[in-house]
Nanobody, 124 residues
């Protein structure tokens, strides 16, 4: 297993901000991209954002464009998800994941390794 550790979740009010972090995997790992997904109760896991590790190209689901920003720190092997103007609909468990093959980065099946998730709850 490749360890990915998420942090930064919590309970906030609508309009607030949170920054999620995901540390790992190791530097020797051949990583194509890192992604963030989320899963709300009773719903399927959905794509939120992704970033290519080389080059930094980013991808977002339409519902978070302009509010969320994904970034990476190569030296720290860490990817971040800055979430601003949070809405109650953003409430979910957020997961980071690693893609080791290139392909459709919005497809969760493209990702080989997953963290355990961090809860984000946005109250109205």
């Amino acid at each position: 297993q490749v360890p990915l550790v998420e942090s930064g979740g919590g309970l906030v009010q609508a309009g607030d901000s949170l920054r999620l972090s995901c540390a790992g995997p190791g530097r020797s790992f051949n990583r194509i991209a890192m992604g963030w997904f989320r899963q709300a109760p009773g719903k399927e896991r959905e794509f939120v954002a992704a970033i290519r590790w080389s080059g930094g190209t980013t991808y977002y689901v339409n519902s978070v464009k302009g509010r969320f920003t994904i970034s990476r720190d190569n030296a720290k092997n860490t990817v971040y998800l800055q979430m601003n103007s949070l809405k109650p609909d953003d409430t979910a468990v957020y997961y980071c994941a690693t893609a080791i093959r290139d392909g459709a980065l919005m497809d969760l099946n493209q990702y080989s390794f997953w963290g355990q998730g961090t809860q984000v709850t946005v109250s109205s």
